[in-house]
């Protein structure tokens, strides 16, 4: 039986690194094919891609790797990465120089089970500290997410649903983007192809690899905490005084610089991207110019300038709504090392980039004195409109999600038009009469449901205080304050018929 393992192990180090050779070999290959057609060819891409995917996998083998050819030849342990970019004064021989010989002595060799047995403990040990974070871990500092908790599962979600050869990288941007700190990324590289790299089955409910973790994350997403600003300090906290809000110039100068943190993460690539230094035929596109045609705001400076938006009169709200439109999420994107040339972004989504967007202007406009937020849902999904309370807001959630139709649609409608950042009372009325007009339909349902009395002053209300009319007979020196008190009062009404007409018969 020890015999047995002994060959096993032997077997199973001398597999580790004709694998690791392998790939090696395989990027060199591809190196040599890349200089051979031009980096400026489109199939150098594909290429650069598949270097990227070997290299991954070279770092999971690597570990256990290092243990075997130390038992080997210990000499062989420092060795470069292989780039033939760079010149042979930058230090020593490359990775296909040293391993070659290695290859040879590691099939020659002898003892290689002791190794073999020695790495695949090793990678156990490491295996089990930290692998897989506990319940209580979840909702710590080191899980803490900068999303919203519902667009770290939809994304997750999408990911597993959908990535297939690049899951890892797109998983591991993810991780980037949704959290504070690396604790998660850390986690779900432990777990890379762990039953593939020592040959055993992995531990009971620790995850496999990375599809896994992120199943598993997504699962216990309601635990995780999502980012919210910090209780004061004990200074501020003994001042009598409230922090002072945010005025117009800091939300420009805040909102600048959340701006550029989008541009940086490849959010505005799909409208205006950064040119490849390999593609020749690339056409540039100025951010400038495509604000520009949207908006008619001439000589608009991109990347945004907060001097110049606050110099332009409702350039800030205008750029605001304007962005909103433009972002989109890369799910995936790999790195260009040659002349400094970057990231590029691909697989863009709009919706969850968009979702993304509105939950961190809100963040912003809510720490200021403007009295504006971005609508997250109606018709007017993504403008500027007038805060209210949290129960009128949540009144305007459950009416503007309602299933498309003719009644919902005109809802959304009323909505849109009464909440407009800087409507009008000519636009306030016109939203009252929307809403008016569909409980003048139901009616019947209002006087059959309702005691006689507050059936008539709603009708009352609309028909002889100048909002359906504007005879000489209607009321309409009340203050415009009113209107609003018609309008929540409508539209509370409205959602009142909902539920009675939802009721059995």
């Not at 060199?28 to 200089?35: A, D, G, K």
């Not at 300090?233 to 409230?242: E, F, N, V």
């Amino acid at each position: 039986m020890i015999g047995d393992r002994s060959v096993a192990d032997q077997q199973w180090a001398v597999e580790q690194l004709r694998l690791f050779v392998a790939k090696i070999e395989q990027i060199t290959e591809l190196y040599r094919t890349i200089h051979t057609i031009g980096s400026d060819r489109p199939e150098a891409d594909d290429f650069g891609r598949d270097i990227s995917q070997l290299e991954d996998e070279l770092c999971q083998l690597e570990p256990a790797v290092q243990i075997v050819m130390d038992a080997v030849d210990p000499e062989l342990r420092n060795y470069q990465r292989f780039d033939p970019d760079l010149p042979a004064s930058y230090g020593g021989i490359s990775w296909t120089e040293r391993w070659y010989p290695a290859r040879r002595a590691a099939l020659t060799a002898v003892g290689l089970h002791t190794a073999g047995a020695e790495a695949k403990q090793r990678m156990q040990q490491d295996s089990d500290r930290g692998f897989e974070p506990a319940a209580d871990e979840y909702s710590g500092a080191d899980f803490e997410l900068v999303w919203p908790r519902e667009l770290l599962v939809q994304e997750g979600q999408a990911l597993i649903s959908h990535a297939e050869q690049d899951f890892d990288q797109q998983c591991e941007w993810l991780l980037t983007e949704a959290f504070a700190g690396t604790a998660p990324i850390d986690a779900m590289r432990a777990c890379r192809s762990s039953a593939d790299v020592w040959g055993s089955d992995p531990l009971p409910g620790v995850p496999r690899n990375p599809r896994e973790f992120l199943s598993r994350l997504i699962e216990n997403a309601y635990r995780l905490k999502e980012a919210s600003v910090r209780t004061p300090y004990w200074s501020q906290r003994r001042r009598p005084t409230m922090p002072s809000r945010l005025d117009l110039p800091a939300v420009t100068r805040e909102f600048v610089r959340l701006a550029d943190s989008f541009r940086a993460n490849g959010y505005l690539d799909k409208e205006f991207p950064d040119i490849c230094v390999d593609d020749r035929d690339g056409v540039y596109v100025d951010g400038a110019d495509v604000l520009q045609q949207i908006l008619g705001i001439p000589s608009l400076r991109w990347p945004l300038d907060a001097t110049q938006l606050l110099d332009l009169e409702d350039a800030l709200f205008d750029v605001i709504e304007a962005l909103h439109d433009l972002v989109a999420r890369p799910r995936s994107r790999w790195f260009h090392s040659y002349d400094s040339c970057g990231w590029h972004h691909s697989q863009f989504a709009i919706e969850p980039a968009r979702a993304l967007y509105r939950w961190r202007v809100n963040q912003l406009l809510d720490r200021s004195d403007l009295g504006l937020r971005l609508a997250n849902d109606g018709e007017d999904i993504g403008r500027l409109v007038a805060v209210t309370d949290d129960a009128r807001a949540d009144l305007v959630n459950r009416l503007a999600n309602q299933p498309h139709g003719r009644t919902s649609d005109r809802v959304r409608h009323g909505i849109a038009l009464f909440r407009a950042r800087g409507s009008t009372e000519h636009d306030k009325r016109s939203a009252i009469l929307v809403l008016a007009g569909i409980l003048e339909q139901r009616r019947q349902l209002l006087k059959d449901s309702l005691p006689r009395k507050d059936e008539g002053a709603l009708f009352d209300i609309a028909n002889n205080f100048a909002i359906r009319h504007q005879g000489l007979k209607q009321q309409g020196d009340y203050d415009p304050a009113f209107l609003d008190w018609i309008f929540w009062w409508y539209l509370a009404t409205i959602e009142l018929s909902d539920h009675l007409l939802s009721r059995p018969a």
